[in-house]
């Protein structure tokens, strides 16, 4: 690491992770710290309402629920009323969940796709706000003047606004691995770090310098993954070496499909034929397939990605900025594959806010004049199916076994009262339709990264100006 990343990275540091955990919570009275030191057994006690997807993948809201959790992972789930099940005596942590009118408590957010440092690219739409096309060539001038200090910066501002939307595990889709790696390291992020082989903004990538980083995976923080930009950009011999490498490392692969009639067409050049049927052509098109926005496709192509289980990322929000159509949902819904879809931000260019909370109801609201998507099925695209399509089965669901990432939600916010409390699943409904908030408390992994609403490991009063002055240097290199 260079010394001005160091520098950098040591300026954003706002609480080390290795300071004693009961001076990053003084005050805040929700916490009771019986142990010193970081807590390893971690009770959450008292919620009034748990939101998760049951084993069956069917949406419950659970009332008066406590959540044990040692090392990361959930250990118990039970009624508030069987707290003397529990050794207390045996617990480092106790978070109150029950007073002051009580917080609902969710699995945190998964986030199937994003491109973490363009966030300091916000603003860039306003290029030239009539035309669409110079818009999105000045990003992309502008992307090309970014160093090694500005993707990691980006990152960090990137990921640390998504964690104050209730997410916890996001699937980074880019041209360079490490400035991410190191971004996510420092915020407590769960990151899949696809890394392209075929780059837009770096072009030198190869399939060779994916493998060398899959090759490495337990060096790094995330979880390396391959990528590619799109399919047009690569050849036969390099989607003929990923297939070898997906098969080799078990690795999730992801690329955009069918984005726009454009890149359809240009795909349709190269090889003759739709891009989904070049991917299955190549052996690319199977479960740990991931395509994201996938607007331009018929019944064949749906037929075919439901017989190879890949997954899809829906994001309603980017694809009407850019105009790029409109997502077939009733297709998938009489072809029964949106058990495929999860949902994804894309990037600040592409999106007002990095919350997939609003990405639920531009979904709804989108498809609504053709087919009703309910709120349940909303609630598991931002959750546990999310995470099933990022091949990660024991995340997104707040049961015994899954990794402990949790959202902290306050219920006596205008985004859930009033609600029907002879129907407690209102409270989903309600918390979509409001649209975006910011999590109370956020856990990842068994650690609290957020703790009354202020981030524990981050100073965002420094990050905000670091990233404007950043962007403002970007812009004088053009």
Do not use: C
């Not at 992770?17 to 019986?34: E, H, I, M, N, P």
């Not at 819904?333 to 609003?358: E, F, M, P, Y």
């Amino acid at each position: 690491m260079n010394s001005k990343l160091s520098e950098l990275k040591s300026e954003l540091e706002y609480r080390q992770k290795d300071v004693a955990f009961a001076s990053r919570r003084k005050g805040r009275s929700r916490y009771t710290l019986l142990r010193e030191g970081n807590p390893r057994k971690i009770l959450i006690h008292g919620s009034p309402f748990l939101v998760t997807m049951n084993k069956d993948d069917k949406m419950e809201v659970l009332t008066g629920r406590s959540i044990l959790i040692e090392d990361g992972i959930i250990i118990k789930v039970m009624k508030s009323s069987e707290l003397s099940q529990i050794d207390l005596t045996e617990v480092d942590l106790i978070y109150d969940a029950e007073q002051r009118g009580g917080i609902v408590v969710t699995p945190g957010f998964v986030n199937a796709h994003a491109h973490p440092p363009m966030y300091l690219l916000r603003s860039t739409l306003t290029f030239s706000e009539d035309n669409l096309e110079a818009t999105l060539k000045g990003m992309a001038e502008l992307e090309g003047k970014m160093t090694e200090d500005d993707f990691f910066l980006g990152a960090v501002g990137d990921f640390t606004e998504q964690q104050k939307s209730g997410i916890t595990t996001t699937l980074s889709h880019y041209g360079i691995f490490d400035p991410i790696d190191n971004a996510a390291k420092l915020t407590g992020h769960e990151v899949i770090n696809a890394i392209s082989a075929v780059s837009n903004s770096h072009p030198k990538n190869t399939p060779a310098l994916v493998e060398r980083y899959l090759k490495n995976a337990s060096k790094y923080y995330t979880q390396p993954a391959m990528a590619i930009h799109y399919l047009a950009k690569a050849s036969p011999a390099v989607l003929k070496r990923l297939a070898i490498i997906q098969k080799k490392y078990k690795a999730l692969f992801t690329l955009h499909v069918a984005e726009t009639k454009q890149s359809l067409e240009k795909s349709i050049k190269k090889f003759g034929e739709h891009p989904v049927k070049v991917l299955d052509r190549f052996g690319l098109l199977n479960s740990r397939t991931l395509m994201s926005h996938v607007v331009h496709v018929g019944r064949e192509e749906v037929e075919l990605i439901l017989k190879r289980k890949a997954g899809i990322v829906h994001l309603p929000t980017s694809n009407l900025l850019h105009r790029s159509g409109n997502f077939d949902y009733p297709l998938f819904h009489r072809q029964k594959a949106t058990k495929q879809i999860a949902l994804g931000t894309d990037s600040v260019v592409s999106k007002n806010r990095l919350d997939l909370l609003t990405e639920a109801l531009q979904t709804k609201t989108m498809h609504q004049h053709k087919k009703i998507v309910p709120y349940s099925d909303l609630f598991n695209m931002i959750t546990a199916q999310g995470a099933r399509l990022l091949g990660l089965p024991k995340v997104g669901k707040l049961l015994p076994g899954y990794r402990a990432d949790v959202a902290f939600w306050k219920l006596k916010d205008r985004g859930f009262l009033p609600y029907n409390s002879n129907d407690p699943k209102t409270l989903v409904s309600n918390m979509i339709t409001y649209g975006g908030r910011s999590v109370r408390d956020l856990m990842v992994n068994g650690s609290f990264v957020i703790s009354n609403r202020t981030h524990n490991y981050i100073n965002e009063s420094k990050l905000l100006l670091q990233l404007q002055q950043a962007h403002m240097e970007l812009r004088k290199r053009l």
